[in-house]
């Protein structure tokens, strides 16, 4: 008589290796939306944000500039008396990949003023203001290293801080004459309209 062997009892456990399946599966589901996630937030900053109407973006040219007058100001000096240029147009803020539908522009307004200090130690001293008025604004003030010797604007530390609605504020000297100038960058910005002058 031949005896059959009894079947071992089923266990409701997964095997082992059906478990490290599953993990898998769960794993790579999660590290897919991560990336489908971080894809968005690319296609995102690649697009530039949302898009200003032509009153909204004119509202954002006049708080870039005002930003820097009042900055000017607390130097005691006249804004008036010291612009150097206002621009809109740059060049790290183009639609280089097509990304904007037709009507839309991106600028980034900037102006810059250059006041007379009458010399380093007055220089040194208009850096030193505005990053404790800055900084008791509650913004996060950063310095900006001198440029090195044989540079323009050699031995003259900066200043920079970025405001509570975007705008970059800085004092250094300017990269291609030396001479100290305070700007006020209002960021690349997507807009309606061709604004060609403010």
Known sequence: MTTTPVPAPHSSAPAPRRRGRVVALVAGGAVSVLLLAALAQGCASLAGGAVLSETAYREHLRYTREAGENAVRRLGIDPDSAI?????????????????PDGVTRDRPTITWTPDFGGAAAYTAAVDTLRKEWSARGLTVEDVPAPAAGEPGAGLPGVRATDDRGVELSLRPDRYD?????????????????????
Do not use: F, I
């Not at 001479?179 to 403010?198: I, N």
């Open 178 to 198: 030396g001479e100290p100038s305070l700007t006020a960058d209002g960021g690349c910005v997507r807009h309606q309209g061709y604004l060609t002058e403010w």
């Open 84 to 100: 150097k240029r206002k621009e809109m147009a740059n060049a790290s803020c183009m639609d280089d990949l097509g990304m904007d």
